[in-house]
Antibody
Framework: EVQLVESGGGLVQPGGSLRLSCAAS????????MHWVRRAPGKGLEWVSR????????TYANFVEGRFTISRDNARNTLFLQMNSLRVEDTAVYYC??????????WGQGSLVTVSS | DIVMTQSPLYLPVTPGESASISCRSS???????????LDWHVQKPGQSPQLLIH???KRASGVPDRFSGSESGTEFTLKISRVEAEDVGIYYC?????????FGQGTKLEIK
């Protein structure tokens, strides 16, 4: 069974940092592009970042502005999102997604990040 | 950025009837290799989103054949025949042709 389990969310003050993790199981993690997508309270879905199979190519949404870093550890079947200089508007549920746009698209259950003083 | 525009944003449906959601992209989503980079995803209450349709018209694994997708140029349609109570949720179209990937505003389907 495919599973994507996010962790690392929580409450952080503006300007602070968090590192999200996504533990993958039930499929060949190293053969898929992986993505982060978020949903802010009362808003729709918003794509954040993607990384290729071996971690050598990454892309980010414009609003990231160099604050977030996506990475992966294929030996541990884990995807990461390092988030620095967090803003109130980054408050959202962050989802780890396999193969977004492809036939193997699959979403994790999400991790809530709250940025507030 | 490619803009995705959905309509309607709210869709009340009687069980057993059919429902259609439209999505328009600001530019073609047809890749040179022939793939159309348009997905439909649904987020049901209390759940994470799930893939319904990829490549504009191909159902994801396990999705009932009551769900179908079609396209005509930059206009895309998700049709749900014989709507059931379990279909309640927010339906999103999404383009994956180029980054940033972009989603429609979402269509909230409710049961009358």
């Amino acid at each position: 069974e495919v599973q994507l389990v996010e962790s690392g969310g929580g409450l952080v003050q503006p300007g602070g940092s968090l590192r999200l993790s996504c533990a993958a199981s039930g499929f060949a993690f190293k053969t898929y592009w992986m993505h982060w997508v978020r949903r802010a309270p009362g808003k729709g879905l918003e794509w954040v970042s993607r990384i290729n199979e071996d971690g050598t190519y990454t892309t980010y949404a414009n609003f990231v502005e160099g604050r977030f870093t996506i990475s992966r550890d294929n030996a541990r079947n884990t995807l990461f999102l390092q988030m620095n200089s967090l803003r109130v508007e980054d408050t959202a549920v962050y989802y780890c997604v396999r193969d977004l746009g492809g036939q193997g698209g699959y979403w994790g259950q999400g991790s809530l990040v709250t940025v507030s003083s | 950025d490619i803009v995705m525009t959905q309509s309607p944003l709210y869709l009340p449906v009687t069980p057993g009837e059919s429902a259609s959601i439209s999505c328009r992209s600001s530019q073609s989503l047809l890749h040179s290799l022939g793939k159309i980079w348009l997905d439909w995803h649904v987020q049901k209450p209390g759940q994470s989103p799930q893939l319904l349709i990829h490549s504009a018209s191909k159902r994801a694994s396990g999705v009932p054949d009551r769900f179908s997708g079609s396209e005509s140029g930059t206009e895309f349609t998700l049709k749900i025949s014989r709507v059931e109570a379990e279909d309640v949720g927010i339906y999103y179209c999404m383009q994956g042709l180029q980054t940033p990937y972009t989603f429609g505003q979402g269509t909230k389907l409710e049961i009358k």
